[in-house]
């Protein structure tokens, strides 16, 4: 990991404000998914940004209030069922906690979601030897509906 990647996905993740999430799920290793959608017009040659999708390949953690909904150790089938609560809200905040890169995303009805990066080595000045992060926004883009 580098501090550059990690930078990079907090740009990324700042730009997400505003959007819903349309997609809350897991994959491979109980990695967190969550898809946004931006509605953009068609820009030139009618390119138009796809939904984006945050991926979380770190501990993680979903509240509301005062209540944990769920977590990144909790068993699968529980958490596809309580992260489901993300689909239709809309992402109000995003803060990233220096040096850590801890972030908390928070979204309308009072739910926040924690991401805690796992590998404070990764987060020094020198940096891991992959150049990513932990959690990270990627995004396709569409021409005229098909994936470019």
Not at 31 to 37: A, G, R, T
Not at 103 to 127: K, N, T
Request: aromatic share 10%; with cysteine; charged share 30%.
């Amino acid at each position: 990991m580098t501090l550059a990647a990690y930078r990079a996905s907090a740009a990324k993740l700042r730009d997400l404000r505003g959007t819903t999430c349309v997609g809350a799920g897991t994959d491979y290793a109980f990695m967190l998914v969550l898809d946004f959608e931006r509605i953009r017009p068609h820009g030139m040659h009618g390119v138009q940004e796809s939904p984006y999708s945050l991926v979380c390949e770190c501990w993680w953690r979903l509240e509301r209030r005062e209540d944990v909904i769920a977590g990144s150790g909790d068993e699968q089938a529980a958490i596809e069922a309580r992260i489901a609560v993300l689909r239709g809200r809309r992402l109000e905040d995003v803060e990233t906690f220096l040096p850590s890169y801890t972030a908390r995303l928070a979204f309308d009805g009072g739910l926040a979601l924690w991401i805690f990066p796992d590998d404070s080595r990764q987060l020094s000045s020198e940096g891991g030897d992959v150049d990513n992060a932990d959690w990270y926004v990627i995004s396709r883009a569409l021409v005229d509906g098909r994936e470019a």
